[in-house]
């Protein structure tokens, strides 16, 4: 599903009315998300034996509030 959202975001992104830097922030942002999410999910509970998850959890909220940053930087250039 984030894959999905990225890929028509990236659409999107090449019709919003925004400068070269804000574009390629944007474009960053909307990117990462669907690598960091599902990244800090997996490596939270490498080993087996593992029932809560390490640190690295919070790749998952990284990867959320990439995801929020590059939505509402497209969102300014659309309108």
Do not use: H
């Not at 804000?22 to 942002?29: N, V």
């Not at 080993?47 to 509030?65: H, M, S």
């Amino acid at each position: 599903m984030l894959v999905l959202f990225s890929l028509v975001a990236l659409i999107y992104l090449d019709q919003a009315d925004l400068s070269p830097g804000f574009r390629s922030l944007a474009q960053w942002l909307i990117v990462a998300a669907p690598v960091l999410m599902p990244l800090g999910f997996f490596l939270s509970v490498v080993r087996p034996k593992d029932t809560r998850p390490n640190r690295l959890i919070w790749l998952t909220g990284l990867g959320g509030a990439s995801l929020a940053a590059g939505t509402i930087i497209l969102g300014i250039g659309l309108l």
